[in-house]
Every structure is written in structure tokens, then in C-alpha cells.
């Protein structure tokens, strides 16, 4: 869920009115958001690199409010201000207009883009103003966009230019990066496509981007009638035509590998900033390489029709169709009622691309409505519902191994490869996890496969705390098994960590005795331990858990590399086992 950090002076002064922070708490739940935390820039800057960053920065009221990933209509202060003033009726939805014009700007897109970014929208914002302001907030929803529907600019990337320094019609090409040169943005000589990726591997947000077309044989770049180069997608602008404060025509381009998001992404930033124009947007032919062309922005109204009737029941409310239709338009949904035939007619505005189908207006309907004002209802349905074995037996243990002496922690199902791997002395390739394809950080790139690394990771949070420290969680850890209709399952375990002066393995050996005891698998007749070698523990001083036949888990003295990789000092013994065979 994306947060978005707004001035309380600016945002109170758009709403024309003050708030307390608890009036306007409410007024965003009401709105279906969450005012996430009250700060200024100076802490946000100490919290996140240390109290000297503070220095010199500016202390006005910051609001961070959470928004649903897809509201892309309210990433920006200009979008949130006028949702929340058309749910409080104080404004009506608005309406988007496009001027259409013979001789408009175009962009050409030649047959060499289909081998990296095959697709290409645009637009012109004509006669904008901008203030420092709005022109902070244009930029800011450029990067709301990119981390959000963009995915990081693999699936589309945004340029905007100043068109009075540069002239159309504009090519979109693919070259090789050799014959690519030109000044990047805030850059003081002309470098060629090899050079500018070199200077940016070390850039703090830059290099992240890099990967996207770093291989290709050949680089995406848009030049104008005269070859200069307005940006390199998805890396850098040209620094020739870089917007201002002083900027009164913007052209604005998206390149993509999906051109669904590409218009959703153009008709968000021009719905945004189309009332700071002193003209009406106007639309851009964009030639694809077989000479045909689309006019773009669409900015389309489409109609969907829903019935009241199955509005009120799915939300579980009994209003009239007058209602429903008065709570659809606070919602930025234009709507009319038609009693005769029991329907409402929804216009859809190209702002509400969240929009997909019926579902998604009785959620609006509902979030007008207010979700505590729904009344309460008995289950109509008869059940014969009962806990699950396993949710059962964890409840049991979890009671247990707290008498026992030992604190429960619950860590993140995700964690970085090399949690599973390389720090508990064996590969990736040897791990059977499940990989995220677009992780968001480093720290969240597999699904665990084991508990124990999350437990060291909290006593390396928590080496301050007198010692020992003794942990324990049972959760899933999640495996790959193409038996698995997913390729993948879930296994529930239990593990827990002793970290003191000395290893203690007769304390964790305790527990799990203690554990056998309570499951009625008496030592050694039902279970036993077998000497075992993993390079997680230390030699001679690990042992495996049989049951029966099968080996459920493991139990030892952790080896010295691995408590160096966890940043930990003293030393510690584990125990982790499978507890799906006890059902």
C-alpha cells in the first residue's frame, strides 16, 4: 500500500478548512484511508539516516496517509483534496476535457522500439502554472506512479519536457548505446548511453533502473525534429528539455512494455493537473512504425449499470436507489437512477481506472455508506464450523513452550536468500524455496524454508537484552513440491533458540523432550535422535529427530560462521521440527 506524505498547512488550505489530527483521522477513514503518522521532514529524515540529517530541514506538518494500491487517483495532493471534497459534497465530480487538433504533436515510433519498449502514448498540458508547490507534487506523482503501477519502470516509464525548447513531430527509437549522446538531466557534458550507465551503477536511486535495458543491444530513446534527445526511457530526461517552475507547456511521453498501463499511467498525471492549465489537454498522434496512428489521451467515459437491488443485498443494506446514486457520486461516479427498471448508470471517469467491475462500486457504495453504519445481520447460512486440527495443536504447543520458560516471536514469511542459504553454510541452488519474481527489497526475495534464521535475526535486534535469551515461534515455512497442485506447500514447525553463556543444548534438548511428552511420543521408544551432519550446527554437536522413520527436524549447537553471519556473539543451540506428522 502506497503512503503519500502531504503538507498539513497545503492540504488544510485546499480543503478550506483546519482540522484537528483526530478529525481528520476520522475523515480519512470515512474515506477508506488511514492517516498513517503526523511528522515533519526533519524526523523523517533523523529516523531514517541518523540525527545529523536533520540539520537545516524544514519542520511544517507532514501527514502520511496509506492509500489503496489502486487509487492511483490519490497519490498526489491535488487527487486526494478533490476526493475528499466531492465526498463531502462540497464539489461536484469533475469533468475531463481533450481539444483535438489537426495540426497536434506527434510521436513516431519507429519498427527498432519492438525489440525493448514496443509501445508509446503522449500528451501536451498547454498553458500550465505552475507554483513551487504543484510543481513538487507533479514531480512527487511521477514517483508515487513509477514505484506503483510502473512496477519501477519495468512496466512503463515517464517523461516529462518543456515543449517551447524543443520542436515536433518527435521519434521514439531504439539504438545501439554507442550511437546514443547526449546531456543528461542535472549532467555537465554530453555522454554517450555506455558512459551514462557506468556514471549511474553507483547512483543511489538511478541504479536500480539499470537493469531494465542494461543487456539489450540496443537502448530506447525519444529525440525531436532536430535530434535532441528528450530522455533515455526508463533511465534519464535529457537535461535540454527539463521542466521549471517557469514551464507553461509540458509534453509528456510513457513508454512501455504494456500499453494498458501506459494510458492509465498518461490519463492519471492529466486528469491530476489539467485544472492547472489555462487550455484544454490536448491530444497527441502517436504513429506506430506501420504508419497508423491513435490519438492519445483517450481520457474516456465509460457507462456501467448495476442493480440496486443486488447493491443493497451484497453490502447488506436496504436504501433506495436515490441513495445509492447520491453515494456513488461522492465517490468521484456520476450517477442516475432509473427507478422503472431498478438500475443505476454509473459514468466511470478516466481518473477511476481502479474501476473494473460491479464489485468495485458496492465497495464504493459501501465506503459512502460508512462500514460501521452497516447494520449487523445473523449468518443465514448453517455451518458446522470447528478449529482445525493443526490451528489446535499449535495453540496448545505455543501455551506450552511459554511455561517453558521461552518468549514467542513471529517474524516475517519472507526473508533474502541468503537467510536460507549461504548463511547456514549451504547454497540457493540446494534450498527448495519459492522466489519472489518482483521483490521490493533485498531482505524480501524467498519465502523461508526454515524458521531459524528469523529467530537469530530478533536476537541480533535484541543482543542488549540480559542474557540468556530464549525464543521460540511455530509458524509455516513454505517448500516447493511439484507433487503440489501450487508447485509449493505450506509446513507448520516449531523452532526455538538458546542464547547464553554457554550453547545450553541440554536446555533446548529439554523442550523438546518436553514437547514429546505433551504429544505422547515418549523418548526413546517413540522418537529418537540420530547423530546427523548440517552446516548449519556445529560438527559432532547436531543431531536429527526421528520419528519412527521419518526425520522431522534437527537439533544442536549452531555453528560459529553461522552465528557470525546473524551478527550474533554468544553462542546458541536450536531445535526445529515438522509438526505435521503429530496430526
Known amino acids: ?276 492549465c489555462a487550455h484544454a489537454v490536448q491530444q497527441c498522434k502517436v504513429y506506430a512504425p506501420d504508419g497508423t496512428y491513435e490519438l492519445y489521451p483517450k481520457l474516456e467515459t465509460r457507462e456501467e449499470t448495476i442493480s440496486v437491488d443486488k447493491a443493497n443485498n451484497y453490502i447488506g443494506i436496504s436504501e433506495s436507489g436515490d441513495k445509492l446514486a447520491a453515494l456513488l457520486s461522492c465517490m468521484c461516479l456520476k450517477t442516475k437512477h432509473e427507478p422503472e427498471r431498478g438500475l443505476l448508470h454509473v459514468s466511470v471517469p478516466p481518473s477511476r481506472h481502479d474501476v473494473i467491475h460491479a464489485c468495485d462500486l458496492y465497495e464504493d457504495i459501501a465506503i459512502a455508506y460508512g462500514y460501521n453504519s452497516i447494520p449487523r445481520r445473523a449468518l443465514a447460512v448453517s455451518t458446522a464450523g470447528a478449529q482445525a486440527a493443526l490451528g489446535r495443536l499449535t495453540e496448545q504447543l505455543r501455551r506450552e513452550c511459554a511455561h517453558a520458560g521461552y518468549t514467542e516471536a513471529l517474524t516475517f514469511t519472507l526473508c533474502s536468500r541468503e537467510d536460507i542459504s549461504t548463511k547456514l553454510g549451504i547454497g540457493i541452488e540446494q534450498t527448495p524455496a519459492v522466489h519472489v519474481s518482483n521483490p521490493k527489497t533485498l531482505e524480501f526475495q524467498v519465502v523461508r524454508t526454515r524458521l531459524l534464521p528469523g529467530l537469530l535475526k530478533t536476537l541480533a535486534a535484541n543482543r542488549r537484552m540480559p542474557l540468556p535469551l530464549k525464543l521460540f515461534e511455530i509458524s509455516d515455512v513454505v517448500l516447493q513440491d511439484p507433487t503440489a497442485e501450487t508447485g509449493a506447500r505450506n509446513e507448520r514447525r516449531l523452532c526455538a533458540v538458546y542464547c547464553g553463556k554457554s550453547a545450553g543444548f541440554q536446555f533446548v534438548h529439554g523442550l523438546l523432550d518436553r514437547v514429546m511428552l505433551l504429544l505422547r511420543v515418549p523418548h526413546p521408544r517413540g522418537y529418537r535422535l540420530r547423530p546427523e551432519q548440517d552446516p548449519a550446527y556445529f560438527p559432532g554437536r547436531c543431531a536429527a529427530v526421528v520419528l519412527g522413520s521419518e526425520v522431522i527436524g534437527r537439533v544442536g549447537v549452531l555453528h560459529p560462521s553461522v552465528l557470525a553471519a546473524f551478527d550474533l556473539s554468544n553462542p546458541c543451540s536450536a531445535v526445529e521440527i515438522n509438526l505435521e506428522p503429530f496430526l
Open 1 to 276: 500500500m502506497p503512503t503519500i506524505s502531504v503538507k498539513r498547512d497545503s492540504l488544510f488550505a485546499a480543503l478550506g478548512k483546519t482540522y484537528t489530527d483526530d478529525e481528520f483521522q476520522n475523515l480519512c477513514f470515512e474515506f477508506g484511508l488511514e492517516l498513517d503518522e503526523v511528522t515533519t521532514e526533519k524526523q523523517m529524515l533523523m529516523k531514517e539516516q541518523g540525527d545529523q540529517a536533520g540539520a537545516g530541514v524544514s519542520e511544517e506538518i507532514l501527514y502520511r496517509i496509506d492509500i489503496p494500491a489502486n487509487r492511483y487517483d490519490l497519490l498526489c495532493l491535488e487527487g486526494l483534496v478533490n476526493g475528499l471534497l466531492v465526498f463531502q459534497k462540497k464539489k461536484e465530480p469533475p469533468q475531463y476535457l481533450v481539444t483535438k487538433y489537426e495540426d497536434c504533436h506527434s510521436l513516431h515510433l519507429t519498427p527498432s522500439t519492438a525489440q525493448i519498449r514496443p509501445y508509446a502514448v503522449a500528451a501536451v498540458l498547454k498553458g500550465i502554472h505552475f507554483t513551487k508547490e504543484s510543481y513538487d507534487s507533479f514531480i512527487d506523482l511521477q514517483d508515487k506512479l513509477h514505484q506503483n503501477i510502473c512496477r519501477k519502470r519495468t512496466l512503463v516509464a515517464i517523461g516529462t519536457h518543456d515543449l517551447d525548447t524543443v520542436q515536433g513531430p518527435f521519434v521514439y527509437d531504439a539504438l545501439p548505446p554507442s550511437e546514443i549522446k547526449f546531456k543528461a538531466l542535472n549532467q555537465q557534458k554530453e555522454m554517450t548511453a555506455t558512459e551514462l550507465m557506468e556514471l549511474y551503477s553507483s547512483h543511489a536511486q538511478l541504479k536500480q533502473y539499470l537493469g531494465i535495458i542494461r543487456d539489450s543491444a540496443v537502448y530506447p530513446v525519444i529525440k525531436d525534429k532536430n535530434g535532441v534527445v528528450l530522455s533515455m526511457p526508463p533511465i534519464i530526461n535529457g537535461d535540454h528539455s527539463k521542466i521549471t517552475l517557469n514551464t507553461k507547456n509540458v509534453f509528456i511521453e510513457c513508454t512501455a512494455t504494456d500499453l494498458t498501463k501506459a494510458k492509465v499511467v498518461l490519463d492519471t498525471i492529466v486528469c491530476m493537473f489539467a485544472p492547472y
